[in-house]
Structure formats: structure tokens, C-alpha cells
């Protein structure tokens, strides 16, 4: 092992299991192009990972290379790592190049799993690690992973799973408990998916009863399959609208009071212009919604007595929007058009804003396509 290799081995034993994960995925994401071999998807992206699980990959009698299970009258096959506790073995790992998709058919790890005392199974390229078990005959490896974690794309929740199998937590029936559980939830997350994009018949069926009460035809049936893929997509559309409100306003609160502080002009000061928070938490919906298309940073503001803008690049020849908030009964948001003019909108509140996302979009496309055309 190369002194580059062991870096990271030891550091990771004195870094927070979440910390360790995250590093990995970092290096991962660096190294694996540069990855030509299996060989040298173990040593920089399977061993580091071992050893994030709190396991000595230079102690055989925790971590043994080429462990040997012999099938039936085949002697010496081998797989790639064997994870021992108390002298027996508790994990098998199989490894392929990061570069390889991973299935159990003719797998030697759904092979070797009967002949071996190990619990757990795990297929991995170094980015990919399936965990395998027995929840429906003893013995015998199921054909779908309990868990499945993508290092590139890892959840809190993914993180915490695997937690369970640190050396220092490690316990089998803690394991097993929630591993059925993990399977058909994910299991029924897959059947969701593919039910949202392309609903079923009995689905159909099923939710045009609760609205109709006639009966189903088959004409009516492809009548609601058009309506009810069109409320999933609604109601997704929705939640994740209402999440990114709720999730602004927390982070705004919390930085009203700095944030107004820092941006008081000397005109502020003297008392002339007083920017309010309800101004600032607008500014910052202003700001999430046109990210997709600018970096945050360019979108600035200026407060004045009447109206409230917000510019691209602080430049009043690029004006994003202008809100008048000072009334409580008359809010509205303003567009300067080509002839310069304003062309305002009425609003009830500072979430009325999202409604005019694609306005917004579209003038900040302009400016930087106006920039494109420039250069």
C-alpha cells in the first residue's frame, strides 16, 4: 500500500463517521477516471471505505483479501474480502471496476454466500454498494439488496444505514430488524415511481371511483389516466414549492437581522429609507427563483422611498423587478417593459412571487444572453 493510499486510512479512524462518508464520495468522484483496473478500484475507493467502517484493512484477522470458500468439490475460489468479527466472518464483499454495472447473475458472491457463515453480503464498484442478506429463505441470498447507497449521491438517511455496519455498532439483529423494512420500502418507492410517470389501470381505476361514480369505460379510463398523471405531476409540483417556501423563510428569519444590517445605505442611516424585512425576505425569493439560471451573487438591490428594486449586477440598466410593499392593501410587482415603462401586477403577498417565476426568468435570460451576444 502506497504512503497516498494509507493518507486517508488513518485519518479516517479520527473523523465522524458522516465526515468519512463524505470524504470518500469526494475522493471517489476525483480518482475514478483515473481507475483503469479493479485492482485499483479496491485500493483507492473499497479499502478507504473498510476502513471508514472502523475495520483494520491491514489486520487479517478483521479484513482477509481473497478469502477462500470452497463450493462443493470447486477448491480455492476466492472473493475479494472477507470482514471478520470475534474469528468468524460477518460481511462478504465482492468487488467489480467502478466503471462496471453490478448484478448477481452468475455472481460468485451469490455463490459463495450458503457456504459461509457471513450474514451480509455487499456487491460494489467503489461508488456503488448493494447490501444483500436472507430475509426470504435462511441461508440464501436474496436476488434484490436490502440497502443500496450511491457514494455520489448518498442521503442522511443512507448514511445512518450504513452506520449500522461500523464495527463499533455492528450488530446482526439490530441490522436484520430494519432491513426488511429498508427493502420493500424501497421496493415500493420504485413501484411509486413508475406509477407516478405512467400510471397503471388499477390505479386509474382505483382514484377515478373516489371522484366518480359511474361506471369506468374504457373511454373514461383513458380520460382519467391523462388527469390523474396530471395531478401527481401537480400535486409533486406543489410540495416541493410549498418545501423551498417553508425552507426561505426559516433561512431568511434567520438572517434578516445581519443582513439588514449589512446592506443599510448612508441614505438608511439618516433615516430617509428604512428597508424592511418583508423587503429583504422578498429580495431573497427573488434570488432562489432565478438561481437556475444566475449565480446568486449577481442579483443586488436597491431600497428607495417609494419602490424596493432588484438588478443584475448591480447595474440600473439591467432591473430585474421593482416591488412596492409599503401598503399593506397594495402590493405589487413591477416589470420594466422595452419602452421602459413599468408594467405592474398586483399581489397579496411576497409568496404571490413564485407566480411570476417565469417573468422573472425570462428577463434575467435576457440580460445574459445580451452578454453572449457582447463578447
Avoid at 78 to 103: N, S
Avoid at 194 to 211: C, Y
Avoid at 231 to 237: G, V
Avoid at 290 to 318: E, G, H, L, M
Wanted: some cysteine.
Amino acid at each position: 500500500m502506497s504512503k497516498t493510499n494509507s493518507y486517508n486510512l488513518n485519518n479516517l479512524k479520527m473523523m465522524d463517521f458522516k465526515d468519512a462518508v463524505k470524504q470518500i464520495a469526494e475522493r471517489a468522484e476525483k480518482l475514478k477516471d483515473n481507475l483503469q483496473t479493479e485492482e485499483a478500484t479496491k485500493n483507492a475507493l473499497v479499502m478507504p471505505f473498510m476502513q471508514a467502517l472502523g475495520y483494520d484493512v491491514f489486520n487479517p484477522l478483521e479484513v482477509t483479501p481473497e478469502f477462500v470458500c470452497d463450493i462443493g468439490i470447486k477448491k480455492g475460489e476466492k472473493i475479494d474480502y472477507a470482514i471478520f468479527k470475534d474469528g468468524q466472518p460477518i460481511m462478504l464483499i465482492e468487488c467489480k471496476h467502478w466503471r462496471q454495472d453490478l448484478t448477481l447473475h452468475d455472481n460468485q458472491l451469490l455463490r459463495y454466500f450458503h457456504v459461509s457463515n457471513a450474514k451480509f453480503g455487499i456487491l460494489t464498484n467503489g461508488l456503488v454498494y448493494k447490501f444483500y442478506t436472507d430475509l426470504q429463505t435462511p441461508n440464501k441470498m436474496d436476488e434484490k439488496p436490502f440497502l443500496e447507497v450511491n457514494l455520489l449521491d448518498i442521503r442522511n438517511n443512507q448514511v445512518e444505514e450504513l452506520k449500522k455496519f461500523h464495527k463499533t455498532y455492528f450488530d446482526v439483529d439490530s441490522i436484520m430488524s430494519s432491513a426488511n423494512e429498508l427493502k420493500y420500502t424501497s421496493e415500493l418507492k420504485g413501484v411509486l415511481s413508475k406509477e407516478f410517470s405512467n400510471p397503471s389501470p388499477e390505479l386509474v381505476k382505483l382514484l377515478a371511483k373516489q371522484v366518480h361514480d359511474g361506471m369506468i369505460t374504457p373511454k373514461l379510463l383513458e380520460q382519467f389516466t391523462t388527469l390523474v398523471r396530471q395531478s401527481i405531476a401537480s400535486h409533486i409540483s406543489d410540495t416541493i414549492s410549498d418545501r423551498l417556501k417553508s425552507a426561505l423563510k426559516t433561512e431568511t428569519s434567520e438572517m434578516l437581522q445581519s443582513t439588514v444590517a449589512e446592506v443599510l445605505t448612508e441614505e438608511e442611516e439618516e433615516g430617509k429609507i428604512f428597508t424592511t424585512e418583508e423587503e429583504i425576505e422578498a429580495f431573497f425569493i427573488v434570488k432562489s427563483i432565478v438561481r437556475p439560471k444566475i449565480t446568486p451573487d449577481r442579483i443586488t438591490y436597491r431600497d428607495a422611498q417609494s419602490y424596493f428594486a432588484i438588478f443584475v449586477d448591480d447595474n440600473n440598466r439591467k432591473p430585474v423587478c421593482r416591488l412596492y410593499l409599503n401598503s399593506e392593501t397594495n402590493k405589487s410587482i413591477a416589470f420594466i417593459g422595452d419602452d421602459k415603462k413599468e408594467i405592474k401586477h398586483k399581489i397579496q403577498t411576497i409568496d404571490d412571487i413564485f407566480s411570476h417565476s417565469a417573468m422573472l426568468l425570462k428577463v434575467v435570460e435576457k440580460y445574459l444572453n445580451h452578454t453572449q451576444a457582447e463578447v
